[in-house]
Protein backbone atom coordinates (compact mmCIF):
# COMPACT_ATOMS: atom_id res chain seq x y z
CA UNK A 1 0.00 0.00 0.00
CA UNK A 2 1.62 3.01 -1.26
CA UNK A 3 1.45 6.33 1.36
CA UNK A 4 1.64 9.88 0.47
CA UNK A 5 3.84 12.59 2.21
CA UNK A 6 0.71 13.84 3.96
CA UNK A 7 -0.61 10.33 4.93
CA UNK A 8 -3.26 9.43 2.45
CA UNK A 9 -4.06 6.33 0.89
CA UNK A 10 -3.27 5.89 -2.60
CA UNK A 11 -4.60 3.08 -3.15
CA UNK A 12 -7.92 4.73 -4.72
CA UNK A 13 -6.49 7.96 -6.50
CA UNK A 14 -3.07 6.11 -7.26
CA UNK A 15 -3.66 7.74 -10.92
CA UNK A 16 -3.67 10.67 -9.73
CA UNK A 17 -0.56 10.57 -7.54
CA UNK A 18 0.89 9.11 -10.99
CA UNK A 19 -0.13 12.08 -12.82
CA UNK A 20 1.02 14.62 -10.38
CA UNK A 21 4.22 13.16 -9.72
CA UNK A 22 4.99 13.42 -13.41
CA UNK A 23 3.75 16.67 -14.04
CA UNK A 24 6.14 17.80 -10.99
CA UNK A 25 9.07 17.02 -13.08
CA UNK A 26 8.26 19.08 -15.71
CA UNK A 27 7.97 22.65 -16.29
CA UNK A 28 5.13 22.85 -18.25
CA UNK A 29 2.73 20.13 -19.49
CA UNK A 30 1.81 18.47 -23.11
CA UNK A 31 -0.75 16.96 -24.97
CA UNK A 32 -0.49 13.44 -22.76
CA UNK A 33 -0.76 15.37 -19.78
CA UNK A 34 -3.91 16.50 -20.52
CA UNK A 35 -5.05 13.58 -21.48
CA UNK A 36 -4.37 11.74 -18.26
CA UNK A 37 -5.90 14.41 -16.30
CA UNK A 38 -8.77 14.45 -18.19
CA UNK A 39 -9.26 10.45 -17.63
CA UNK A 40 -8.48 10.77 -14.27
CA UNK A 41 -11.42 13.29 -13.97
CA UNK A 42 -13.58 10.49 -15.61
CA UNK A 43 -12.62 7.89 -13.51
CA UNK A 44 -12.93 9.84 -10.38
CA UNK A 45 -16.27 12.03 -11.32
CA UNK A 46 -19.25 11.51 -8.77
CA UNK A 47 -21.92 8.75 -10.00
CA UNK A 48 -24.58 11.41 -9.31
CA UNK A 49 -23.32 14.44 -10.53
CA UNK A 50 -21.52 13.32 -13.72
CA UNK A 51 -18.95 15.82 -15.58
CA UNK A 52 -20.86 18.85 -17.55
CA UNK A 53 -21.06 17.99 -21.10
CA UNK A 54 -19.67 21.07 -22.22
CA UNK A 55 -17.03 21.11 -19.86
CA UNK A 56 -15.34 17.69 -21.30
CA UNK A 57 -16.16 19.20 -24.74
CA UNK A 58 -14.15 22.44 -24.02
CA UNK A 59 -11.03 20.34 -22.26
CA UNK A 60 -11.12 18.21 -25.43
CA UNK A 61 -10.77 21.27 -27.86
CA UNK A 62 -8.13 22.49 -25.24
CA UNK A 63 -6.26 19.13 -26.10
CA UNK A 64 -7.06 19.67 -30.05
CA UNK A 65 -5.43 22.90 -29.52
CA UNK A 66 -2.23 21.77 -27.19
CA UNK A 67 -1.78 19.36 -29.63
CA UNK A 68 -1.73 21.37 -32.71
CA UNK A 69 0.52 23.43 -31.13
CA UNK A 70 2.59 21.11 -30.72
CA UNK A 71 2.85 19.68 -34.00
CA UNK A 72 3.40 23.03 -35.32
CA UNK A 73 6.25 23.67 -33.72
CA UNK A 74 7.71 20.72 -34.69
CA UNK A 75 7.30 21.18 -38.16
CA UNK A 76 8.75 24.77 -37.39
CA UNK A 77 11.65 23.24 -35.83
CA UNK A 78 11.91 20.50 -38.53
CA UNK A 79 11.99 23.50 -41.46
CA UNK A 80 14.53 25.56 -39.42
CA UNK A 81 16.68 22.55 -39.54
CA UNK A 82 16.57 22.08 -43.11
CA UNK A 83 17.00 25.51 -44.01
CA UNK A 84 20.03 25.57 -42.18
CA UNK A 85 21.52 22.73 -43.90
CA UNK A 86 20.23 24.06 -47.23
CA UNK A 87 22.03 27.84 -46.43
CA UNK A 88 24.98 25.99 -45.12
CA UNK A 89 25.46 23.55 -48.42
CA UNK A 90 24.72 26.76 -50.76
CA UNK A 91 28.05 27.91 -49.59
CA UNK A 92 29.57 25.19 -51.36
CA UNK A 93 28.47 27.41 -54.47
CA UNK A 94 30.99 30.36 -53.67
CA UNK A 95 34.39 28.29 -54.34
CA UNK A 96 36.21 29.78 -56.78
CA UNK A 97 35.07 33.27 -56.02
CA UNK A 98 36.95 35.94 -53.77
CA UNK A 99 36.04 36.28 -50.10
CA UNK A 100 36.76 39.64 -48.89
CA UNK A 101 37.22 39.91 -44.98
CA UNK A 102 37.17 44.01 -45.19
CA UNK A 103 41.21 44.81 -43.65
CA UNK A 104 44.62 44.78 -44.59
CA UNK A 105 45.99 44.67 -41.21
CA UNK A 106 48.85 43.10 -39.61
CA UNK A 107 49.31 42.97 -36.36
CA UNK A 108 53.36 43.67 -35.12
CA UNK A 109 55.38 43.00 -31.65
CA UNK A 110 58.64 44.91 -31.76
CA UNK A 111 61.54 42.57 -32.17
CA UNK A 112 59.85 40.12 -34.06
CA UNK A 113 58.37 39.07 -37.73
CA UNK A 114 55.45 38.81 -38.96
CA UNK A 115 54.00 36.22 -41.78
CA UNK A 116 51.46 37.14 -44.36
CA UNK A 117 49.41 35.75 -47.62
CA UNK A 118 48.58 37.73 -50.46
CA UNK A 119 46.54 36.81 -53.51
CA UNK A 120 47.53 38.32 -57.03
CA UNK A 121 44.47 37.58 -59.36
CA UNK A 122 46.72 38.01 -62.50
CA UNK A 123 50.31 37.06 -63.39
CA UNK A 124 52.91 39.41 -61.56
CA UNK A 125 55.93 40.52 -63.87
CA UNK A 126 57.13 42.49 -61.51
CA UNK A 127 55.68 44.59 -57.87
CA UNK A 128 56.50 46.17 -54.79
CA UNK A 129 54.19 45.16 -50.95
CA UNK A 130 54.02 49.00 -49.29
CA UNK A 131 53.56 48.35 -45.29
CA UNK A 132 52.24 51.41 -43.91
CA UNK A 133 51.08 52.55 -40.33
CA UNK A 134 47.88 53.89 -39.23
CA UNK A 135 48.90 57.66 -40.60
CA UNK A 136 49.31 56.06 -43.93
CA UNK A 137 53.67 56.07 -44.02
CA UNK A 138 54.94 53.70 -46.07
CA UNK A 139 57.15 51.80 -43.21
CA UNK A 140 58.55 49.68 -45.44
CA UNK A 141 58.51 48.09 -49.10
CA UNK A 142 59.07 44.50 -50.33
CA UNK A 143 59.86 43.16 -53.91
CA UNK A 144 56.96 40.56 -55.15
CA UNK A 145 59.61 38.94 -57.60
CA UNK A 146 58.04 37.50 -60.77
CA UNK A 147 55.26 34.78 -60.07
CA UNK A 148 52.29 33.51 -61.30
CA UNK A 149 49.30 34.57 -60.41
CA UNK A 150 48.15 32.83 -56.77
CA UNK A 151 48.19 33.11 -53.02
CA UNK A 152 51.82 34.07 -51.91
CA UNK A 153 53.68 34.41 -48.28
CA UNK A 154 56.12 36.91 -47.43
CA UNK A 155 58.23 37.84 -44.23
CA UNK A 156 58.10 41.39 -42.97
CA UNK A 157 61.32 41.03 -40.52
CA UNK A 158 59.66 44.13 -38.37
CA UNK A 159 62.16 46.47 -39.66
CA UNK A 160 61.69 50.07 -41.33
CA UNK A 161 63.20 51.40 -44.29
CA UNK A 162 66.31 52.31 -42.08
CA UNK A 163 66.22 49.32 -40.26
CA UNK A 164 64.79 50.09 -37.58
CA UNK A 165 62.47 48.12 -35.56
CA UNK A 166 59.29 49.53 -35.87
CA UNK A 167 57.34 49.87 -33.15
CA UNK A 168 54.46 47.42 -31.84
CA UNK A 169 51.23 48.04 -33.39
CA UNK A 170 48.58 47.88 -35.87
CA UNK A 171 49.96 48.24 -39.83
CA UNK A 172 48.74 47.81 -43.48
CA UNK A 173 49.74 45.33 -46.30
CA UNK A 174 49.04 46.44 -50.10
CA UNK A 175 50.69 45.50 -52.91
CA UNK A 176 50.95 47.37 -56.57
CA UNK A 177 52.09 45.51 -59.65
CA UNK A 178 52.32 44.66 -63.34
CA UNK A 179 51.25 41.64 -64.87
CA UNK A 180 52.77 40.53 -68.27
CA UNK A 181 50.92 42.84 -70.34
CA UNK A 182 52.02 46.14 -68.95
CA UNK A 183 48.77 46.71 -66.92
CA UNK A 184 49.23 48.05 -63.88
CA UNK A 185 46.93 46.00 -60.69
CA UNK A 186 46.64 45.86 -57.28
CA UNK A 187 46.17 43.78 -54.46
CA UNK A 188 46.13 44.09 -50.27
CA UNK A 189 46.08 41.16 -47.38
CA UNK A 190 42.87 40.13 -46.67
CA UNK A 191 40.91 39.34 -50.65
CA UNK A 192 41.31 35.16 -51.14
CA UNK A 193 40.43 32.67 -53.79
CA UNK A 194 37.99 30.24 -51.80
CA UNK A 195 39.50 27.09 -52.28
CA UNK A 196 37.03 25.02 -50.35
CA UNK A 197 34.02 24.75 -48.01
CA UNK A 198 33.92 22.99 -44.69
CA UNK A 199 31.61 22.64 -42.17
CA UNK A 200 31.76 21.32 -38.12
CA UNK A 201 29.73 21.53 -35.31
CA UNK A 202 26.78 24.01 -37.27
CA UNK A 203 29.46 26.09 -38.52
CA UNK A 204 31.09 27.02 -41.89
CA UNK A 205 34.81 27.40 -42.60
CA UNK A 206 36.04 28.87 -45.92
CA UNK A 207 39.72 28.21 -47.10
CA UNK A 208 41.59 31.21 -47.92
CA UNK A 209 44.87 30.66 -48.34
CA UNK A 210 46.44 28.03 -46.02
CA UNK A 211 43.79 28.77 -43.57
CA UNK A 212 40.32 28.30 -42.98
CA UNK A 213 37.95 31.47 -41.82
CA UNK A 214 34.45 31.16 -39.87
CA UNK A 215 31.79 32.62 -42.67
CA UNK A 216 31.56 34.66 -40.03
CA UNK A 217 34.02 36.76 -40.83
CA UNK A 218 33.50 37.04 -44.38
CA UNK A 219 32.42 40.84 -45.43
CA UNK A 220 31.79 40.35 -49.23
CA UNK A 221 31.74 37.50 -51.90
CA UNK A 222 32.76 38.45 -55.28
Known amino acids: M ?3 AYGNNLDVYGAVGTAASTAQNK ?10 LLLVELQNQDPTEPMDSEKILSQTSQLATLESAENTNNALE ?23 LGSNAIALDEGSSVDFEMYFPSDVEQGTIEIKDVDGKVIKTMDVGTND ?3 YQF ?6 MGGNSATSGVYYASASYSDGAGNTLSTRIGAYPIESVRFENGSTYLKLG ?13
Request: net charge negative; glycine share 8%.
Open 2 to 4: AIN
Open 27 to 36: TELDNKDFMT
Open 78 to 100: ELAASLGATQQFSTIGAIGKTAD
Open 149 to 151: KGV
Open 155 to 160: TWDGTD
Open 210 to 222: SNYVSLEQVKEVY
